[in-house]
């Protein structure tokens, strides 16, 4: 299926057929990546993102995703810190730190992205065992994918 151009998107550079190695084969709706001209851009200022586009069987969804580039990258460095925190959490009853719930203070353009554990959730004791398990389950497909990041990113001279 190809990835469609007459929308607001504009791709440049393509990864079709996406729905084959997403991770959940059986029934994943994203059935390509793209980084194109961005939606949002107006007259005179050009902006460049990343869409992930979702096919419902019948019509491209009004699902799919598109975000900057440089947000993508940060989500990458929240799955890895995430990862990370997971890998050890097994020493903290509740799989946090209940004294210490900042992760990491990750600067960033002069700032800095805070990582912590979400204690406003209410249900935050049930969900985090949650997401270890998935995390746990999904481990080998993450880490192949961290793998290869890593690898391109060494490539790349960083």
Not at 34 to 53: C, E, P, T
Not at 55 to 63: A, F, P, V
Request: proline letters at 3%.
């Amino acid at each position: 299926m190809k990835i469609p151009t007459k929308l607001k998107h504009k791709p440049v550079i393509v990864s079709p057929e996406y729905d084959k190695i997403d991770g959940r084969i059986e029934k994943s709706d994203a059935k390509g990546l793209s980084i194109g001209l961005a939606q949002w851009n107006d007259r005179g200022k050009v902006d460049v993102s990343a869409k992930i586009w979702r096919y419902t069987g019948e019509k491209w969804s009004r699902q799919s995703e598109e975000m900057p580039l440089h947000r993508i990258i940060d989500l990458a460095i929240l799955i890895c810190r995430t990862k990370q925190h997971f890998k050890d959490a097994y020493k903290y009853e509740k799989l946090y730190d209940e004294e210490n719930t900042m992760l990491d203070r990750i600067p960033i353009q002069g700032g800095a992205m805070n990582v912590e554990i979400c204690t406003d959730n209410e249900m935050i004791d049930e969900d985090i065992k949650l997401v270890n398990d998935v995390l746990a389950k999904d481990d080998e497909m993450l880490s192949e994918r961290l793998a290869r990041l890593a690898g391109i990113l060494r490539e790349m001279g960083y």
